[in-house]
């Protein structure tokens, strides 16, 4: 996640929170949680620095979600959407630490590339495509692997998309994929 990304989303937090009780502690613990959270990605350059920290502090954001909306200050709807987008960055904390292990283990560990096993060397091999590339269309994917469906390109793509190791960007024609 872009830092623009981050700062928009603490603004929106801001926007919610300044509809509780003026002296409502919660609202101050929200606010705190989320800063925190801003300037892990901040100080990491737009990547956070620790996301093992960042998923505990958004753990707990989460839960002070939960506590301020039983309290109806604000629509419901408006805790969905914030939870929502603290979950993409939840995805891609965890994706950043798959990415990190797998790294330092050489991406040795089956586990974080493979479903069922048997796809394992063509993820890892979509990996390391990436990391040189920096970003690549499905098509480019097909030259690397000619005896391999689109559709099949596709399936591995997803699934590294949903262990949030690379990001999609783009729609249509202009679909590529990166490193998260």
């Known amino acids: 996640m872009e830092k623009d990304d981050i700062i928009k989303i603490t603004l929106a937090l801001y926007r919610v929170t300044e509809k509780f009780p003026e002296k409502e502690p919660l609202k101050f613990s929200i606010r705190e949680e989320a800063n925190e959270i801003l300037a892990e990605f901040i100080m990491g350059g737009g990547k956070s620095r620790s996301p093992g920290d960042i998923l505990k502090k958004i ?3 989460q839960d002070y979600f939960k506590i301020a909306e039983k309290q109806n200050w604000v629509n419901s709807k408006n805790f969905f959407v914030l939870g929502k987008k603290y979950g993409e960055i939840t995805k891609e904390a965890r994706g950043l630490m798959l990415l990190e292990r ?7 560990n089956e586990e974080t590339l493979t479903g069922e096993g048997q796809d394992y060397e063509r993820r890892k091999k979509i990996i390391e495509i990436l990391k040189k590339k920096k970003k690549a269309q499905t098509g480019e994917f097909e030259n690397f692997f000619p005896d391999t469906s689109k559709r099949t390109l596709r399936r591995d793509l997803q699934y590294l998309l949903d262990k949030g190791l690379v990001k999609r960007v783009g729609d249509g024609n202009r679909t590529f994929y990166k490193i998260s």
Not at 102 to 108: A, L, N, R, V, Y
């Open 59 to 61: 753990e707990v954001l």
């Open 102 to 108: 797998s790294q330092k283990e050489g991406i040795q």
